[in-house]
């Protein structure tokens, strides 16, 4: 079974970058099988779908980060990184990493168990 | 942009009742494949969400049978036919279909127990 585990700095700068890592185990992130994602979620708020990297390194992003998100995989480390820039208050969230299927479209079958980012100085 | 609206967004509900929640999009989710490019989601309290439903209308493994999907399009129904304890959480749907790809979640339902 497929795990993953979110890392990265709890408290980041504002106007600095945000760098996090998922790191999967039960599954090679260069098998084919997923594409490997980012949501995250404001403190009380709904979910938010970031993006998301095949094992090709082809990615998809929401519109509404305007250029700010990266998301890039490292095969010989079996794990993925997201990396969003400028980052203000608003971008103060728990951050998901998860994997979706690719047989199922929508179908995010696992879920890191997140990692709260605080942007303040 | 595919806007996903809930309803309702809060839900008491007594256990061993059954429970339903609507999800409408404001476009059509339906692939030329045949499959509706819909899920749903719950996030229990303090945890991360978990996928019930795929496709419109898949149970994803392990999930009781007691939750179902349906719909067609752009309107789509979650059922629970009876309510446990252990339901209690936010419920989102999601959307699978916008081009360029984006994905884009519901508000979120609030289940809890009378």
């Known amino acids: 079974q497929v795990q993953l585990q979110e890392s990265g700095p709890g408290l980041v700068k504002p106007s600095q970058t945000l760098s996090l890592t998922c790191t999967v185990s039960?599954?090679?992130?260069?098998?084919?099988?997923?594409?490997w994602t980012w949501i995250r979620q404001p403190a009380g708020k709904g979910l938010e779908w970031l993006g998301r990297?095949?094992?090709?390194?082809?990615?998809n992003y929401n519109p509404s980060l305007r250029s700010r998100a990266t998301i890039s995989l490292d095969t010989s480390k079996n794990h993925f990184s997201l990396n969003l820039s400028s980052v203000t208050a608003a971008d103060t969230a728990i951050y998901y990493c998860?994997?979706?299927?690719?047989?199922?479209?929508?179908?995010?079958?696992?879920w890191g168990q997140g990692t709260l980012v605080t942007v303040s100085s | 942009d595919i806007v996903m609206t809930q309803s309702p967004l809060s839900l008491p509900v007594t256990p061993g009742e059954p429970a339903s929640i609507s999800c409408r999009s404001s476009?059509?989710?339906?692939?030329?494949?045949?499959?509706?490019?819909l899920g749903w989601y719950l996030q229990k309290p303090g945890q991360s969400p978990q996928v019930l439903i795929y496709?419109?209308?898949n149970r994803a493994s392990g999930v009781p049978d007691r939750f179902s999907g349906s719909g067609s399009g752009t309107d789509f129904t979650l059922k629970i036919s009876r309510v446990e304890a252990e339901d209690v959480g936010v419920y989102y749907c999601?959307?699978?279909?916008?081009?360029?790809?984006?994905?884009?979640f519901g508000q979120g339902t609030k289940l809890e127990i009378k």
């Open positions: 998860a994997s979706e299927a690719m047989t199922a479209p929508g179908k995010l079958d696992y």
């Open positions: 039960g599954g090679s992130i260069g098998s084919g099988s997923y594409y």
């Open positions: 990297i095949y094992s090709n390194g082809g990615t």
């Open positions: 476009q059509s989710l339906l692939h030329r494949n045949g499959h509706n490019y």
């Open positions: 496709l419109g209308s």
């Open positions: 999601m959307q699978a279909l916008q081009t360029p790809l984006m994905y884009s």
